[in-house]
């Protein structure tokens, strides 16, 4: 049963990867690195229903619109950088959907988070205090409620995180 999941979870990362035609060069203050936002879209759209009906806290935003477009242009590296953090060791580390397949989506979209980690390595982000307070404002959010149903929360906001990406993409 580990086997498979992990083989599923393999084969989507791959495919997410090695899916070209459908990425886009992001541009952020320091750096550029591409980011399959198609596939990203399509794995969020099959666990998104799985998220958003668990979430019983309708009256908490973790990730607030506003929040995103508040985003200094200098500060975009820092910021997608410590966003991309938050979601790979906070939220993901914490969802766990009870399908196989909301688990094999959930592993992409992680995994692809992971991959644009990696591929930001070699950028150097400026962070300013400002947006370490508005990452913190985040994490303050997510502390205020049970672990898993904050990540549960998080994953269902992650279209805010999606719709500001491909915002990056179309300014290249």
């Not at 198609?38 to 806290?57: C, F, N, P, Q, V």
């Not at 979209?109 to 990452?135: G, L, P, W, Y």
């Amino acid at each position: 049963m580990v086997t498979k999941m992990l083989l599923g979870c393999l084969v989507s990362l791959l495919f997410i990867l090695n899916r070209v035609v459908d990425s886009r060069t992001l541009h952020t203050d320091s750096c550029s690195f591409n980011v399959y936002t198609h596939e990203l879209r399509k794995y969020y759209a099959d666990m998104r229903h799985h998220a958003i009906s668990g979430d019983t806290e309708t009256g908490v935003k973790i990730l607030d619109k506003s929040l995103m477009k508040d985003v200094q242009e200098d500060q975009t590296c820092c910021f997608l950088r410590l966003l991309l953090r938050f979601y790979v060791e906070r939220v993901f580390n914490n969802f766990s959907p009870s399908e196989p397949h909301q688990l094999r989506c959930s592993s992409a979209v992680a995994n692809a988070f992971v991959s644009i980690r990696r591929d930001m390595q070699k950028c150097h982000c400026h962070c300013a205090e400002e947006t370490h307070r508005q990452i913190d404002s985040m994490h303050t959010a997510f502390d205020k409620l049970q672990i898993q149903l904050a990540a549960q929360k998080a994953v269902g906001e992650l279209d805010t995180v999606l719709d500001w990406l491909e915002a990056l993409g179309h300014k290249a």
